[in-house]
């Protein structure tokens, strides 16, 4: 698989390599892994940071033919210890600031120590049906999931955003996105700076950066970027709009995103195009968005890119006869996907592979429906619904309703137990002010749009709510959070 590489900028130091240098800099690695044994298909666990070492490292573990495992440098010992446990690493690579993990017996280098002096010409040893990357998804403290993707699924994934997006607009991409997980990695780097484009690192998530975005965006002539709710949520508070007319479309993806912000991220964006993007880790990220699909609404996500997708009646291995097991147009069920970019598996997880994948259909966890015009319209995550006594309530539905109350910093629904109906709902968020005037108006603002059944019984007022690096919540997590506070009485609410 040949690399058509761009060049990479970093924001945060002001350094920049071009095609030349940063070939210069994966050969130097090449060299020193291979002088440290590195065999093909061995792994090399990554300690990721948004820094032009961070993609030299990358590129020299897949053209030494072996498997790269990028995770989070600022997670604790502990749970480096435990997913370097997982890994079974044959070299450890710090490429940022952090712990490193203890793995016994695996050397651990620092990629600041390696000079692309002298290096020589790559001889590259990747096959496309290597294993590339191990995405660790979830168990960091518990048994790591990992996703495993081969360089001929990832080929796939950019092949088909090539050809459902084009690479012109992404002549200058931005990153604010970590580079450990799908979405950052797959889709808003490696997808442009391997199509030939310059690629811009910002810190990821930092408050600084994004109170400076429009200005970035202008000073760097940016043409396009990606993002998740969480960080405008805050670059709509902090930062002012891009003027220089640069900006040409804005991914916006790894949880839903609401009319509402959709309509305000459009406004910031101005003639920006704003692309309500889904993607799964397991698909190599974005399999389908709403390019060219018309007015933001909620839960829209558009036609697939490169990718199948069916409305099935059952979260189970889908039927020999697919066709019987289809919803009909507009009527809800389980999304299933069938892509050439999906995974190989999950790591040394047969039982989760198997739950997950059938006959080259994948469940993605996700309900939705599509449209008369054959449009994706997704309605939550199946492992969130909430069943009030019989009636199905998704929380992102609640979420919606609430998202476009100004002084709304923050949301998040989930369920309760309930005596009566079995599940209720409850409600956490975070208000700029919470005094007694504006929490009677975020309840009128909810209440008047939503259907009574689906209003929550209980009420958190929350300083903050807790999401992943990427910008996901975890609704069980706020769940506790919340169960360990005394809600706020409805009566106050309602006068």
């Known amino acids: 698989m040949a690399f058509d ?11 920049w390599w071009d095609r030349e240098r940063l070939w210069a800099e994966v050969s130097g690695r090449v060299e020193r892994n291979r002088a440290a044994h590195l065999e093909p298909g061995d792994r090399v666990l990554l300690l990721a940071a948004n820094t032009l070492e961070f993609f030299a490292e990358l590129l020299a573990v897949w053209v030494g033919g072996a498997t790269a495992v990028p995770v989070d440098a600022a997670l604790t010992g502990f749970e480096l210890d435990n997913l370097a446990a997982a890994a079974d690493p044959r070299l450890i690579v710090v490429t940022g600031n952090g712990n490193a993990p203890a793995a016994r017996g695996v050397p651990v280098v620092s990629t600041y120590e390696t000079s692309a002096q002298g290096a020589g010409a790559i001889s590259s040893r990747l096959k496309l049906d290597d294993e590339a990357l191990i995405l660790f998804t979830s168990g960091s403290t518990g048994k790591p999931k990992g ?4 360089h001929r699924s990832l080929a796939a994934r950019w092949q088909s955003l090539r050809q459902a997006l084009g690479t012109e607009t992404y002549r200058r991409t931005l990153c604010l996105l970590p580079v450990y997980f799908g979405h950052g990695l797959i889709c808003n780097c490696m ?3 391997l199509s030939g484009c310059d690629l811009y690192l910002g810190p990821a998530f930092a408050p600084d950066a994004l109170s400076q975005l429009g200005r970035t965006i202008d000073r760097h002539r940016i043409t396009a970027m990606s993002s998740v709710p969480t960080l405008w949520r805050l670059a709509l508070k902090l930062a002012r709009a891009p003027r220089e007319g640069s900006l ?4 916006c993806g790894s949880a839903p995103l609401s009319r509402e912000l959709w309509r305000r991220i459009a406004e910031w964006a101005g003639g920006a195009e704003v692309v309500n993007s889904y993607g799964i880790t397991e698909t190599g990220s974005w399999l389908a968005g709403s390019l060219g699909a018309g007015e933001p609404m909620d839960g829209l996500v558009g036609h697939g890119w490169g990718t199948e997708v069916r409305i099935l009646k059952t979260a189970q291995s889908p039927p020999a006869a697919i066709h019987e097991a289809e919803c009909g147009r507009g009527e809800t069920g389980y999304v299933w996907i ?6 190989k598996c999950y790591f040394r997880r047969p039982d989760l592979t198997d739950a997950a994948v059938s006959g080259g259909w994948f469940f993605t966890g996700d309900m939705g429906c599509q449209d008369e015009g054959g449009r994706l319209i997704l309605g939550g995550r199946a ?3 909430i069943n009030k006594g019989g009636m199905k309530i998704q929380p992102q539905d609640v979420e919606n309703a609430a998202e476009g109350f100004e002084q709304l910093s923050d949301v998040c629904a989930f369920g309760i137990p309930d005596e009566l109906y079995g599940q209720n709902l409850a409600l956490a968020f975070v208000l700029r002010e919470n005094n007694p005037e504006t929490l009677g108006q975020f309840y009128r603002w909810v209440e008047s749009r939503l259907a009574r059944h689906k209003m929550p019984a209980a009420w958190y007022p929350l300083e903050s709510i807790p999401r992943s690096a ?11 959070l919340c169960g360990e506070r005394r809600p706020l009485d409805p009566r106050l609410l309602k006068s």
Do not use: W
């Open 5 to 15: 590489l761009g060049a990479i900028h970093e924001l945060a130091g002001g350094r």
């Open 338 to 343: 069938q892509t050439p970019a999906l995974m």
């Open 383 to 385: 492992v969130d619904e």
């Open 191 to 193: 997808f442009p700076l």
């Open 470 to 480: 990427r910008g996901k919540v975890h609704r069980p997590t706020v769940a506790k």
């Open 147 to 150: 996703v495993v993707h081969t």
């Open 248 to 251: 040409r479309r804005v991914h």
